[in-house]
């Protein structure tokens, strides 16, 4: 994705533990070993050829992590993920996290911190004066959530307020008719709040940057499945608590409560059953109707009051015959709407706790978290005004100049494999080798400095309420969800150029292809350990960050990439041949990785809803292992440099070993029930079983490991290969 001139390659290994910025004598000292200020190459290596202290220094204490992650008493070639993972849950920090942890996504720990020093300690006006005014908004709203009682949860006036006004809580209000309540209206409501409640509103990446509607999720905590809905399961029990704990809190009688839950629970039993016929498949969920929901008048006349409460009245086609996902099922929503008549109540009811359970962070499960919290919610719901502070304090030009060269030596690696691959006839490679030459890369984030400060402006229209953390919940909350939908409701005055808004928002641990503009994005947030370092050998450099670039180039030809064009228009450029040999080998990945059972949960991974990842994946650890050898080659010259850089002190492995052990820790992950359920249908696999598939399917790994054929991590001599 970057590119250095090849007379640089050397001056790649930098290091200053504490970075001192100086604003017109406002000294702010941030400690951060991640963005160091770069040496020439005379500076990091002597006449003697040794290593500087203090990259020594950094080696030693990194290798000592990596090496803290892993289970050595497992055989690498018997579970690899155990053998590199197994004991990262035992070391890692403990802090607040809404979801799973994973080592990469912990890198957001450090962008939260980050985002904590510039609160306290930030001088705005000697930075970036022309935003003072949202920068103290969002330390008052930082201050107050500091502050406030959040755990544990306690009623609140405020958010019984919203209830009654967005639908109703018939188990605490005496008054509700249910002729007055429809569960349409009131998902809108929740859906302004950012919380889903029966429709699950998901935005297009191309202008004008409608909505499309996947199925929802049922339950609070854990997701609800129609075989996980048994009384004695974990995720019944956790459910029936939660709402138990919820009704109390908010003076719920005990007898009523029992009723209340009896009637939730056969509502989700009905509906569950909807799921189950259409096999929690959205697609598959379109197929069981002729007709579009465009096409049924009066459901939608009933649908269009959806636009008018979540967008404003705005309204998008539901016309396009050519993609079924812009439109909600009208299977699903017209069974929905038939439950409804004979569940209104639990329906009530149940969105009711849903919002609750939202509001009151349950996720956060000791006061000694609330800090991480509150840094969390304000970052996420600011996020380009702290960019705009991140980008100009820490984004590196050395860093940049650094992935500029290993994307050089990716993208050669990936334009070998296309040359090479003797399944493509002459007309597919041509076309393939145009995408591949004209992917543009950008690094750090996209620039739009007109709709960023926008996008920052739109601040002056959040109103703080003093003393009022819950009236400054729901008004963050409406905030963060207003401007996710931002492009959307605002096509008619933007270009019809402009880009998704994640793009705009480099303080993210991410990076992306985007189909339309055929071009890779590397976030600014991403260059922290364990993705990147400067001071890293190439052996972990590859096989983190590379491998991550690789897997991003991949997706340009993937099953959704070989429908984009060099250009990024929706134009298929496949030879039938071709295709044909392409799809045979995309249902090799979905068959290998449908064979991985993930027994927390008693079900398989979906190998064709994961299966462009799984490419990627594959693709991605392929070209930056070429790649590396290439830089190792190129090094091949300085037989000392080669010999000590490629090591990481006190681990006896070989460099291509490295390679493979710092991908594998990019994956250490925790997971409770919760979280299975959560990305079971997510297009990305489970982080254990991604690690496995990729591993498996990679000749090198088995001979760089000796894993013997027969063995769990090198199965068979038959392995899936696109790229």
Known sequence: MFALSDHRWLSLLLLALIHIISLDGAKLQFNISDNEVNKDEEEIYDKTNAFPEDIIDFRNKYAAKMLSYMNQSVDPCDDFYEYACGNWKNVIDDREAPSKRNNLIDIRFKLMDIVEQFLLELDIDQLAPEYSEE???????????????????????????????????????????????????????????????????????????????????????????????????????TNENLMID???????????????????????????????????????????????????????????NYYKIAWMGKEFDFSDEESHEPMPCLFFYKSLNNISNEHSEAIANYLSLKFLYRMN?????????????????????????????????????????????????????????????????EETRQEALRKESSIVVHIGRSEDPELVNRLIREMRNLTFVENNYEANNLNLRKFKSFMKRYNGLHADDISNTTKPLDILVGMQPNA???NVENAVYVMSGILHPPIYHRAWPDSVKFGTLGYLLGHEFTHGFDTSGLSYDSEGNNRYWWSNDSFKLFNDRSNCYAEHYQKYLIPEINRFINGNLTKDENI??????????????????????????????????????????????????????????????????????IDKYRTLGAVTNNYDFAQAYDCPLGSKMNPTSDKCEMW
């Open 135 to 237: 920068f103290l908004l969002s330390q008052k709203f930082y201050d107050n959530c500091l502050n406030a009682k959040i755990y544990p949860p306690l009623k609140s006036e405020e958010y019984v307020k919203t209830l009654k006004a967005i639908g109703g809580f018939p188990a605490i209000d005496t008054e509700w008719q249910s002729k007055n309540f429809n569960w349409l209206n009131m998902s809108a409501y929740m859906s302004n709040y950012g919380i889903e409640g029966l429709i699950n509103e998901a935005l297009s990446t191309e202008y004008p940057f409608g909505p499309f509607f996947k199925l929802p999720a049922i339950g609070l905590a854990i997701e609800l499945h129609y075989d996980n809905m048994q009384r004695t399961s974990n995720a019944y029990l």
């Open 246 to 304: 919820i009704l109390r809190i908010y003076g719920v009688e005990e007898k009523k409560i029992d009723q209340t839950i009896a009637d939730i629970f056969k509502f989700f039993e009905a509906i569950l059953k909807v799921f189950e016929q259409v096999n929690e498949n959205v697609l598959q969920c379109h197929s069981f109707t002729n007709m579009s929901l465009a096409e049924d008048a009066e459901f939608y006349a009933q649908w269009q």
């Open 361 to 425: 962070a349950y996720e956060l499960t000791d006061t000694k978290y609330q800090k991480d919290y509150c840094k969390r919610r304000i970052m996420r719901t600011f996020p380009f005004l702290f960019d705009q502070l991140y980008t100009k304090i820490y984004f590196d030009d050395e860093v940049r100049k650094d992935i500029k060269e290993m994307v050089k030596v990716i993208r050669d690696s990936l334009r070998n494999i296309l040359r090479e691959a003797s399944w493509l006839d």
């Open 512 to 514: 992306f292809y985007y």
């Open 616 to 685: 990627a994946d594959s693709g991605g650890l392929r070209e930056a292992l070429i790649a590396y050898h290439r830089r190792i080659k190129m090094k091949a010259n300085l037989s000392w440099l080669l010999k000590k850089d490629e090591q990481m002190p006190g681990m006896n492995l070989s460099s291509e070993q490295l390679f493979f052990l710092s991908f594998a820790q990019l994956w250490c992950s925790s997971y409770e029930e919760a979280h299975y359920w959560e990305e079971f249908l997510n297009d990305h696999p």
